[in-house]
Structures are given as C-alpha cells and as structure tokens.
C-alpha cells in the first residue's frame, strides 16, 4: 500500500525528526532531514501557516501530524516533485538507521537473498545458486 504523497512527506518529516534526535543518528540522515525542511521553507515559507506548523511539528510530531498535512496539501506540496523526492530519499535514510539486532527490528528496502535473524546456537546451512557438492 502507498501513501499519498502529503502522507509521504510528512510521514519523512516525522521520522526524520525522531530519527534525527537520537544520539546515534548519521550525519546524513540529520543533513537530508533539514535540508527537506529548508527546501519546503524556501519553497512554501510565503505562506506562514506552513512554516508555523512545521516549526511546531518538529517540536511535537504526534501532536502536529494532521495540521501539517493540511498546510502542505493546502500549499499543493504534492505537485513538487524535489519535495516528493527529498521525502522518499530521507526515509530511505531512516530505514537503514533501524537496522539493529538488539529487538530483531530489521527492514530491508531492497533484494535480500538471504537472511538470518536470530539468537546463536542454530544451525544454518544456505545455497544459493547450484547445490553444494558433498
């Protein structure tokens, strides 16, 4: 299922902002986050209820979800596709920051021939390609 765009970019701008506090977030995951909200400024800042509402999205993003999508599908954000495209690369960002055994939270967003996910003392055996010979 796919989001709307304005779902897309302002589901970007949460996890951006989540993602962007925690102490060991990449430089640039941090980089791009701000850079989507400076790009939506610039783009949009004429119109202050976008910058108002994405200033108080930062600070409370559960609180300000739905108020920030009216502003940007009031703006028409959805009709910009740098803002489209800057959203999707962020969450290609926050995606791989969430790569972490510790809780088995593993999201792959791309081919994945084969995984193993678990504790040790199992035995794997995996082939990929032609059948190991004995």
Partial sequence: MTMDPISTVEAALTAGAVASAQPLAGQALKDVYQGLKALIVRR???KPKVQETLKEHEEDPETYAKPLQ???RTAQVENDDEIL????YLMTLVQQQQVGTN????QNSGTVQGQIIGGTGHKIDMSFGELPRK
């Fill in 85 to 88: 495209e800057a959203a999707q």
């Fill in 103 to 106: 809780n088995y939270n593993i």
């Fill in 70 to 72: 009216k502003a940007l």
């Fill in 44 to 46: 949009y800042g004429d």
